[in-house]
């Protein structure tokens, strides 16, 4: 396939490779146990690469189902044509509850106001809601209170005996499923199995369990159940380092952030660089003036350490990052305005990485490519032409 060339005028571009993405969840779906399948999450944006395209091309590598954190993630997905599962887990009283039971969206509850929310809005579509029943096993973020429990399960259990709804899925969340062999994660995994007990009594039977995320699908294969949910891991980036780097588990990550130096210029030395001079020019150099910002989702807190392309050579930018630009010392090198520099990207070109810039920043990699604004024009390498997509595989109903 011919990938489009990028606009000429660009400032600050992120490259994203779904040729890349396609190949992580084929990937990782070789990874699953036996019977699962696989959910592709795409909140916040698709983690900063762009929700459709990525969510497109995450149904043609074979992801059966799309998660979404809020309901207008899920509803820009059926907007836009997908038609496949979608779960949505984010949910606040009064949201858009109806249009996304009229939409078909798997809706996440955790407490006796989410089920009466789904209730009332299965009523006034005229059909059942289709709910995913939370359990805390002891994230202590949403999701139901083990104690509470059995009243959330009789409840549903009632509703979907009134058709109201359809319990089509049970699940929780791991703490600490980055942190191999951390005490929680069998605690967890014991306390899971107890509320699958609890359901199972009261006369549920789902169409999927899930509890994995991208470092419990990477390393505990005995809770991938019927269902997996990658976010991170879609994307190319590894979990956490005491997980494994990507390379260890073929993915390869998908943006590039690259922008065009705006200024190159000769300085002495004792020239001091940017907000409250923390850099000063050991000697005469050249600095190098890239266009990009905390404001493009730059973290400020990689001042004086972020990594960066330039000129052939990795250097660290000189002094505090700005709103919308930052400097580089070349030193003895040279360069000329509208050169690249390249922010991260795969680091297979001797460019940084998004982790490299995570340690820099004291963060971990979701946040570096998930924090890039929308003045990054995105370009997309490797979209599938409509004709081969018409023919590829569809995301559908999940076992």
Request: charged share 20%; glycine share 12%; hydrophobic share 45%.
């Given at each position: 396939?011919?990938?489009?060339?990028?606009?000429?005028?660009?400032?600050?571009?992120a490259?994203?490779?779904?040729?890349?993405?396609?190949?992580?969840?084929?990937?990782?779906?070789?990874?699953?146990?036996?019977?699962?399948?696989?959910?592709?999450v795409?909140?916040?944006d698709?983690y900063?690469?762009?929700?459709?395209?990525?969510?497109?091309?995450?149904?043609?590598?074979?992801?059966?189902?799309?998660?979404?954190?809020?309901?207008?993630?899920?509803?820009?997905?059926r907007?836009?044509g997908?038609?496949?599962?979608?779960?949505?887990?984010?949910?606040?009283?009064?949201?858009?509850?109806?249009?996304?039971?009229?939409?078909?969206?798997?809706?996440?509850?955790?407490?006796?106001w989410?089920?009466?929310?789904?209730?009332?809005?299965?009523?006034?579509a005229?059909?059942?809601?289709?709910?995913?029943?939370?359990?805390?096993?002891?994230?202590?973020?949403?999701?139901?209170?083990?104690?509470?429990?059995?009243?959330?399960?009789?409840?549903?259990?009632?509703?979907?005996?009134?058709?109201?709804?359809r319990v089509?899925?049970?699940?929780?969340?791991f703490?600490?499923?980055?942190e191999?062999?951390?005490?929680?994660?069998?605690?967890?995994?014991?306390?899971?199995?107890?509320?699958?007990?609890?359901?199972?009594?009261?006369?549920?039977?789902?169409?999927?369990?899930?509890?994995?995320?991208?470092?419990?699908?990477?390393t505990?294969?005995?809770?991938?159940y019927?269902?997996?949910?990658?976010?991170?891991?879609?994307?190319?980036?590894?979990?956490?380092?005491?997980?494994?780097?990507?390379?260890?588990?073929?993915?390869?990550?998908?943006?590039?952030?690259?922008?065009?130096?705006?200024?190159?210029?000769?300085?002495?030395?004792?020239?001091?660089?940017?907000?409250?001079?923390?850099?000063?020019?050991?000697?005469e150099?050249?600095?190098?003036?890239?266009?990009?910002?905390?404001?493009?989702?730059?973290?400020?807190?990689?001042?004086?350490?972020?990594?960066?392309?330039?000129?052939?050579?990795?250097?660290?930018?000189?002094?505090?990052?700005?709103?919308?630009?930052?400097?580089?010392?070349?030193?003895?090198?040279?360069?000329?305005v509208?050169?690249e520099?390249?922010?991260?990207?795969?680091?297979?070109?001797?460019?940084?990485?998004?982790?490299?810039?995570?340690?820099?920043?004291?963060?971990?990699g979701?946040?570096?490519?998930?924090?890039?604004?929308?003045?990054?024009?995105?370009?997309?390498?490797?979209?599938t032409?409509p004709?081969?997509?018409?023919a590829g595989?569809?995301?559908?109903?999940?076992?």
């Amino acid at each position: 396939m011919n990938d489009p060339a990028p606009p000429e005028d660009w400032r600050l571009r992120a490259d994203i490779d779904l040729a890349a993405l396609r190949g992580n969840v084929r990937a990782l779906r070789r990874r699953l146990a036996p019977g699962a399948a696989l959910m592709a999450v795409v909140k916040a944006d698709a983690y900063g690469h762009g929700l459709l395209p990525c969510a497109r091309a995450a149904r043609e590598a074979g992801a059966a189902w799309i998660g979404t954190a809020t309901p207008e993630e899920a509803l820009a997905l059926r907007a836009a044509g997908d038609t496949g599962r979608v779960l949505c887990w984010l949910w606040v009283p009064g949201g858009p509850w109806r249009r996304a039971v009229e939409a078909g969206v798997d809706i996440s509850v955790s407490g006796r106001w989410a089920l009466t929310e789904a209730v009332a809005a299965a009523r006034a579509a005229g059909r059942p809601a289709r709910i995913h029943l939370k359990v805390d096993t002891g994230l202590g973020r949403n999701g139901c209170p083990p104690a509470d429990w059995p009243d959330l399960v009789a409840a549903a259990r009632a509703a979907e005996a009134s058709g109201a709804v359809r319990v089509t899925g049970l699940w929780s969340h791991f703490a600490c499923a980055d942190e191999p062999g951390h005490p929680s994660i069998a605690a967890q995994q014991r306390a899971f199995a107890d509320a699958l007990a609890v359901a199972a009594r009261a006369g549920l039977d789902p169409e999927v369990r899930h509890f994995a995320n991208s470092p419990a699908t990477l390393t505990l294969p005995e809770a991938h159940y019927d269902l997996v949910r990658t976010g991170v891991a879609v994307y190319g980036l590894s979990p956490s380092p005491e997980v494994g780097t990507p390379e260890d588990f073929g993915l390869r990550p998908v943006m590039t952030l690259r922008a065009r130096l705006a200024a190159v210029k000769r300085v002495p030395g004792g020239h001091g660089v940017s907000y409250g001079h923390r850099y000063v020019t050991p000697g005469e150099t050249t600095l190098a003036l890239v266009p990009a910002g905390y404001a493009d989702g730059v973290p400020r807190h990689a001042s004086g350490g972020g990594p960066v392309l330039v000129a052939g050579k990795l250097r660290m930018i000189a002094g505090r990052v700005a709103m919308d630009q930052f400097v580089v010392d070349l030193g003895g090198d040279s360069a000329c305005v509208g050169d690249e520099a390249v922010l991260f990207g795969p680091g297979d070109r001797g460019e940084p990485t998004a982790e490299d810039w995570a340690r820099a920043a004291g963060t971990i990699g979701y946040e570096i490519v998930t924090r890039i604004g929308p003045r990054v024009t995105r370009h997309y390498l490797g979209e599938t032409p409509p004709a081969a997509e018409a023919a590829g595989p569809k995301g559908g109903q999940a076992r």
